[in-house]
C-alpha cells in the first residue's frame, strides 16, 4: 500500500486546512486509514482513523469538535478537515494504513506516507 499524503502549509490560528492522503495498492480500499502528528521535539500522536467503509471514526480528545475525518470510496482517498487550528496543532501529519479493526495506537499501523507539514501560527 502506498500514501501519499498533502495539504500541508501555514495558517493563522482559527483558521482552517485540509490534508488529504491518497491510497493506492492491492486492496488499499479494505485499509483503516489514519492520521497522526509529530510536534518538534515530541513523539507522534495519533489524530484520526476511518475504517474501510467510512462509516467509523475515531477522533483523538484534542481535535473533537475541531476535525473531521472522512474518506472517498471512489478515490480511496481520506481527508482531515481541520477547523480553529490552534499553535499546538503544529505538526508533521503522516497519514497510515492497517487492516482489521480502526485502532489509536501507531504501532498496528503497518503502512506509513511522507508527512506533511502544518504551521500554526498564533
Known amino acids: 500500500v502506498q500514501l501519499q499524503a498533502s495539504g500541508g502549509g501555514l495558517v493563522q490560528a482559527g483558521g482552517s486546512l485540509r490534508l488529504s492522503c491518497a491510497a493506492s495498492?492491492?486492496?488499499?480500499?479494505?485499509?483503516?486509514l489514519g492520521w497522526f502528528r509529530q510536534a518538534p521535539g515530541q513523539g507522534r500522536e495519533f489524530v484520526a482513523a476511518?475504517?474501510?467503509?467510512?462509516?467509523?471514526?475515531l477522533l483523538a480528545d484534542p481535535v473533537k469538535g475541531r476535525f473531521t475525518i472522512s474518506r472517498d470510496g471512489a478515490v480511496n482517498t481520506v481527508s482531515l478537515q481541520m477547523n480553529d487550528l490552534k499553535a499546538e496543532d503544529t505538526a508533521v501529519y503522516y497519514c497510515?494504513?492497517?487492516?482489521?479493526?480502526?485502532?489509536?495506537?501507531?504501532?498496528?499501523?503497518?503502512?506509513w506516507g511522507q508527512g506533511t507539514e502544518v504551521t500554526v501560527s498564533s
Open positions: 497510515a494504513a492497517r487492516l482489521g479493526r480502526t485502532l489509536t495506537f501507531q504501532r498496528y499501523y503497518n503502512y
Open positions: 495498492g492491492r486492496s488499499s480500499s479494505l485499509y483503516v
Open positions: 476511518i475504517d474501510s467503509s467510512g462509516d467509523s471514526s
